[in-house]
């Protein structure tokens, strides 16, 4: 894996992929997501409310999804990506001293801020970095190793973050809150050691306003990526509020608390064999077959977890599910980038971050809502709609990948 034989010393000499995949390792050690909501219920907030949090993550990205693309484009892709990783750590340790709705507020604001900054910049920053060849089929295969590297993240944090609170005490949880924010601390401090590709570095910027009129024509003219858009939208499968309602869910059908950590973190496993091995799915499958599969089966799942209210198989059903719904990140990213040109790719893939936000934003809302009043009547409306999504929106091999890459 991305650890193998590593020390501190080999830092300097580890290529791009792999440094992006250790800064990531790092920055993805939220040691407090297992306990987030119970921790946020200490807190005196509602399920609405917390669920509201995650909404405020996605308008303050969708707010700054194309301002920090443009940055990224103009300034520097690795520069970008450096200011999200320092303003992340600023919120982790922000985290730990807000007592009210505003600030928590507040702080996913900053926080939606900073994944603006990266969401663009990590895809261009890795592609960037790619030799000449089939780089749909190397992005993809790189995505998933980034994937699998923050999932390995997610398998230590949630581990050791669910065992550390297991008895749900406010003063446990909130020291992982702390093991969190230093940790992001390190991956900032790591980025220092990511260089700009030198064709990247060498190349004239284009105005803001080009970048973006770039951008938007793009997206409006392109038949293939507008598929593919199209098809990653619908099929949304509302991974940062199944972060909150697997732990509802968990508490109704009377899931012990270590559960809470160790569930997620045997989850972060499966992504990690997924997102590892989803290149090879169009290879086998074809491009439009395998979407159909990594974007159906998460709908399939989640009419499963409403229909279930026995504690041992919503654990597995749960782990199944938030692995299937990664699989498809790492088939979206390549393909998205084989579509975009290279002088306004971190600005595209904002534009593209930003459409999804505001389907995921809007239905978020909507979704807190309805959990507070049914959870697997949430869930069930979920799968219905990926499910449908998956079966109706059929990605046209001829436009799926463009002939020159």
Excluded at 105 to 124: E, H, M, R
Excluded at 306 to 335: E, I, R, Y
Aim: hydrophobic share 55%.
């Amino acid at each position: 894996m991305f650890l193998r034989n590593f020390s501190w010393r080999s830092v300097r000499s580890l290529d791009t992929v792999r440094l992006v995949g250790l800064i990531s390792f790092f920055g993805q050690l939220y040691f407090f997501v297992p306990v987030m909501t119970p921790y946020l219920f200490h807190r005196n907030l509602t399920i609405a409310e917390i669920a509201g949090l995650q909404t405020m993550l996605m308008v303050s990205m969708l707010a700054m999804e194309l301002p920090t693309g443009v940055i990224a484009d103009r300034l520097g892709h690795v520069w970008s990506y450096r200011i999200g990783l320092m303003v992340l750590a600023i919120g982790e340790f922000l985290f730990l001293y807000a007592r009210d709705y505003s600030t928590f507020l507040l702080i996913q604001f900053i926080t939606g801020t900073a994944f603006a900054f990266g969401l663009g910049s990590i895809d261009a920053i890795i592609y960037d970095s790619l030799p000449d060849g089939d780089r749909v089929s190397a992005m993809q295969r790189a995505k998933g190793f980034l994937g699998s590297a923050q999932q390995m993240g997610s398998v230590v944090a949630y581990s050791i973050g669910g065992v550390i609170a297991a008895d749900l005490s406010l003063s446990r949880m909130t020291i992982t809150i702390a093991m969190g924010a230093l940790a992001m601390t390190s991956a900032a401090a790591l980025s220092f050691r990511l260089k700009e590709a030198p064709h990247v570095a060498m190349r004239s910027k284009p105005a803001s306003l080009a970048v973006i009129a770039t951008a938007f024509r793009t997206l409006r003219t392109n038949r293939g990526l507008l598929q593919i858009v199209t098809l990653s939208i619908v099929t949304c499968s509302f991974g940062a509020h199944l972060l909150v309602f697997y732990q509802q869910y968990f508490l109704e059908t009377g899931v012990a608390g270590v559960w809470f950590g160790l569930g997620l973190s045997l989850a972060s496993v499966v992504i990690v064999s997924g997102q590892l091995h989803a290149w090879r799915l169009p290879i086998a499958l074809g491009t439009k077959r395998a979407l159909m599969l990594a974007t159906g089966v998460p709908g399939i799942l989640y009419l499963a977890m409403a229909w279930n209210q026995t504690a041992w198989l919503a654990v597995t059903l749960f782990v199944v599910q938030w692995g299937a719904m990664h699989v498809s990140v790492p088939l979206f990213s390549g393909l998205y980038n084989a579509h975009l040109s290279n002088e306004a790719r971190a600005t595209s893939l904002s534009l593209i971050n930003a459409v999804v936000t505001i389907y995921i934003a809007v239905g978020g809302v909507f979704l807190g809502w309805m959990a507070g009043r049914s959870l697997p009547l949430t869930f069930a409306l979920l799968g219905a709609v990926i499910l449908a999504g998956a079966l109706a929106i059929r990605v046209d091999e001829r436009h799926a990948v463009p002939k020159v890459l």
